[in-house]
Nanobody, 119 residues
Framework: VQLQASGGGLVQPGGSLRLSCGVSGVFNILNAMGWYSQAPGQQRELVASVTRDGCTNYADSVTGRFTVSRDNGKRTVYLQMNSLKPEDTAVYYC??????????????WGQGTQVTVSS
């Protein structure tokens, strides 16, 4: 099972970006999906998550600016990032909680995509 993220880049303060992350491979159940960020010298932190039923959770710092969503048919999670600030600059990692074909719970991580907010 693999996750492939895309959509990062360089944007000016106040701008927007949309990240996407698709899951490929064979597994039994796809549970929660979401995004973490890691700025240089910092720990990886949860940005936003969405359950299989569409319930969302956000870090306080992005509430009202970012929107997480998913398309279960496409096995893809999205992160719409609006009103971006320089402090949002980080590598963004998508993740997925799955139940494997061997009925084991696993957390799968994507490769990370760089988001840089700068004028």
């Amino acid at each position: 099972v693999q996750l492939q993220a895309s959509g990062g880049g360089l944007v000016q303060p106040g701008g927007s970006l949309r990240l996407s992350c698709g899951v490929s491979g064979v597994f039994n159940i796809l549970n929660a999906m979401g995004w973490y960020s890691q700025a240089p010298g910092q720990q990886r932190e949860l940005v936003a998550s969405v359950t299989r039923d569409g319930c969302t959770n956000y870090a306080d710092s992005v509430t009202g600016r970012f929107t997480v969503s998913r398309d279960n048919g496409k096995r893809t999670v999205y992160l719409q990032m609006n009103s971006l600030k320089p402090e949002d600059t980080a590598v963004y990692y998508c993740y997925a909680e799955i139940v494997s074909t061997a009925l084991r719970r696993q957390n799968i991580w994507g490769q990370g995509t760089q988001v840089t907010v700068s004028s």
